[in-house]
């Protein structure tokens, strides 16, 4: 009820907030070499920002400040370290579970990439399933159950119910994302929700992972250029599987700020067919 107490309070909740200072005051000297930089050679988030403070300065409205600035930047960082690297272990963990989905999306891989250097973000197009695969990882895990507070700023009305002015609104997003009216199969790993019947790749309404309306998720564009790259890059190169003698994958969550996997080892095995004949596989 009183999240600013917590401030003023002894724990270990301490330390999330030493970090967060860490992570201002790096964003802070960020914000003060791009100020050095000459106009014309700046074209990062920062540097644009920056031009946008100075054209709105004499804006007595304008939100456009270095404490919104170094907020925002705060927001992209976290948002797209934590999720993102929670969404690909999930990611992994379903490819050992399910041992012949990897296997397809390693042969489409190979199939349209062939001896390409690299997987580049265009790709994609090509690769129906491997997205597809993706996709359900994202909806499945569902790393962000609950999206962002928000408040309503004026009394309104919602599918009959009135919302009056102040609610605090916080959307379920993983009842979108499980709800049996959207998904075939809402409780198993199905990349079929995500292919028509020509094995096309088709956007589902219902996936709102990064949330929806204007408030969505501001690293939405580039959590899927990351994701996509990552896992289709370690797809490509390795074979995924647990070590010998465990006894099996652990799928319950950990809760907290994202819902993590457990922790559990997994093999990174070399595939022979993401080396070029000139290169020798690395070892185990």
């Not at 009820?1 to 330390?15: C, D, I, K, N, S």
């Not at 599987?241 to 819902?259: D, N």
């Given at each position: 009820?009183?999240?600013?107490?917590?401030?003023?309070?002894?724990?270990?909740?301490?330390?999330?907030?030493?970090?967060?200072?860490?992570?201002?005051?790096?964003?802070?000297?960020?914000?003060?070499?791009?100020?050095?930089?000459?106009?014309?050679?700046?074209?990062?988030?920062?540097?644009?920002?920056?031009?946008?403070?100075?054209?709105?300065?004499?804006?007595?409205?304008?939100?456009?400040?270095?404490?919104?600035?170094?907020?925002?930047?705060?927001?992209?960082?976290?948002?797209?370290?934590?999720?993102t690297a929670t969404t690909l272990r999930w990611a992994l963990i379903y490819m050992v579970q399910h041992g012949a989905i990897q296997e397809r999306v390693q042969q489409e891989l190979d199939e349209v990439l062939g001896t390409a250097p690299i997987v580049c973000y265009e790709d994609r197009e090509r690769l129906p399933f491997t997205r597809a695969v993706l996709h359900e990882a994202q909806r499945l895990s569902s790393v962000v159950a609950v999206g962002a507070v928000r408040q309503c700023v004026t009394s309104t009305r919602l599918h009959g119910y009135s919302v009056p002015k102040g609610t605090i609104i916080l959307p379920n997003l993983a009842s979108v994302l499980h709800d049996p009216e959207h998904w075939e199969t809402p409780c198993q790993f199905n990349p079929s929700h995500f292919l028509d019947k020509d094995g096309n790749f088709m956007v589902n309404e219902a996936f709102l992972p990064f949330s929806a309306g204007h408030r969505m998720c501001p690293g939405d564009q580039l959590a899927r250029m990351e994701l996509f790259l990552m896992f289709a890059t370690l797809l490509r190169t390795f074979r995924f599987?647990?070590?010998?003698?465990?006894?099996?994958?652990?799928?319950?969550?950990?809760?907290?700020?994202?819902?993590q996997p457990q922790p559990q080892e997994i093999c990174a095995v070399p595939r022979l067919s993401s080396c070029s004949p000139s290169q020798p596989p690395a070892g185990k």
């Open positions: 009820m009183f999240p600013w107490a917590l401030r003023h309070l002894p724990g270990p909740h301490q330390e999330l907030f030493r970090y967060r200072e860490a992570v201002r005051g790096f964003i802070s000297q960020e914000i003060s070499r791009r100020k050095l930089r000459a106009p014309e050679a700046s074209e990062d988030f920062i540097s644009c920002y920056l031009a946008q403070i100075t054209k709105t300065v004499d804006d007595p409205v304008s939100t456009f400040n270095e404490e919104n600035l170094t907020q925002v930047v705060i927001d992209l960082f976290l948002g797209g370290t934590d999720t599987q647990l070590p010998e003698g465990t006894p099996g994958l652990r799928l319950e969550y950990v809760f907290g700020g994202t819902l």
